[in-house]
């Protein structure tokens, strides 16, 4: 058989589509959200030790949702952000009407660099939205003290990072709000779909509603939704809309999906982070960067990313991982520097982009292969004998 990497590779699993099945052969299935998706969310809630979760269609819907949380509870506000990221965390802020503020990363964990933060926090400043990229952990203890003594909301996108943790908790913990997505490519799927974790009831109440068009009866509280009720007597109670928001619903079959899947989120994990440790004590440290911030980490890619500042080798290498049928993304997560992109020329007029040096040798010089469960050791050293022979 020809040899081939791609960035995943069976994430589903029998059991999955058996779940799937059963539940389409059942007379008269209940499909949309329902049982399984309160099932999946109070599941969810205690592997990931919080109060509420909130499933819903996409990690993009979490983040714009989260956004529109915060919009709705405190207005307007600088939300400081990473360069290296995905596009639906800067979208979520732009749409929402609240000033992006770009930070570099520290090329060893991928995160936002913790001393450019504390340099571009303002009194405008609202939030911080920690994106922990690629399964790598962007918490630490003067991060989180600076937060709370400067009083500014941290927000955690983990969509690229499930399992992996800060002093022993996991990320989307520590957050007032923590994103995660289950696309295909992630930790675990539920084919697309995404969650929305807190602590905070007004908070889990909120992004329920608006996750329904924002329709009061979503409130998930007989108490409060007929205070609301007795507000409006002059509204339908059943259709009683409270801030213009979305239809951001998952449905039964992918919370059946993902209700499996959690079953095996851990131990596929610990397979993931033995793999890891495989691609690092095999690969060329004079050509890789090797030297990543482990602690917690639990990644489902492997990034590769040249230490030279060298277009010609960067093309010797994507043309060797093509020959090679080795699956790869330049720019690691979401592309690379998200300044360069054209979406966010409307937005920021002048970026120089020398500021933002660590993202930028990642735009030009990093890459992310996959790492997942069912990848043999014999076959990551393959990868890196390959990686290596450029
Ligand atoms: C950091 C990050 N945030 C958000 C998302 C969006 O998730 P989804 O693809 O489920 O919309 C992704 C997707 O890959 C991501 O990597």
């Known amino acids: 058989m020809k040899f081939s990497h791609p960035l995943m590779h069976n994430n589903f699993s029998p059991s999955d589509m058996k779940g799937a099945i059963q539940l389409l052969r059942k007379r008269n299935p209940v499909l949309t959200q329902s049982r399984y998706v309160r099932e999946f969310e109070n599941k969810w809630s205690k592997w990931l030790k919080v109060k ?19 919009k709705i509870l405190y207005g307007k506000g600088e939300i400081i952000l990473p360069t290296l990221t995905w596009v639906s965390d800067v979208n979520a802020v732009i749409l929402n009407d609240f000033k992006p503020v770009f930070v570099d990363i520290n090329p060893r964990n991928l995160c936002m660099d913790e001393n450019e933060i504390f340099k571009k926090v303002n009194k405008n400043t ?9 399964g790598f952990n962007g918490l630490s203890n003067k991060l989180l003290k600076f937060l709370r003594k400067k ?14 943790t800060f002093n022993k908790k996991k990320l989307g913990s520590f957050g007032k709000i923590s994103n995660f997505s289950f696309y295909y490519a992630h930790h675990m ?59 951001f619903r998952n449905n039964e079959i992918n919370a059946t999906i993902g209700i499996n899947q959690l079953k095996s989120l851990d131990k596929n994990n610990n397979i993931r982070r033995k793999n890891f440790s495989t691609f690092l004590s095999n690969l060329n440290q004079s050509l890789y960067q090797t030297n990543y911030k482990l602690d917690g980490s639990c990644n489902y890619a492997f990034p590769v990313i040249l230490k030279e500042k060298n277009f010609r080798l960067r093309d010797r290498l994507e043309l060797t991982l093509k020959k090679n049928n080795i699956e ?33 040798h990642v735009h030009n010089f990093g890459y992310y292969i996959g790492n997942y469960p069912s990848l043999q050791s014999d076959k990551i050293k393959k990868i890196c004998s390959i990686l290596n022979s450029i």
Request: contains cysteine; positive net charge.
């Open 126 to 134: 609202l939030a911080v939205f920690m994106t922990h990229a690629q």
């Open 328 to 360: 790869f993304r330049r720019g690691n997560a979401g592309g690379g520097n998200q300044l360069r992109q054209p979406y966010l020329k409307k937005y920021i007029r002048k970026i120089d982009y020398s500021k933002y040096k660590n993202v930028e």
């Open 151 to 164: 009083n500014i909301i941290l927000i955690e996108d983990v969509c690229e990072s499930h399992g992996a």
């Open 52 to 70: 509420y979760s909130v499933f819903v269609n996409s990690g993009s819907s979490a983040n714009i949702l989260t956004m529109s949380i915060l």
């Open 189 to 247: 799927s539920t084919i697309e779909g995404g969650m929305i974790c807190t602590n905070d009831k007004k908070i889990y109440q909120i992004a329920r509603i608006l996750r329904s068009h924002g329709m009061a009866r979503e409130i998930g509280n007989q108490i409060d939704e007929k205070k609301i009720v007795k507000k409006y007597p002059k509204l339908s109670p059943k259709f009683i809309f409270l801030y213009p928001a979305y239809n």
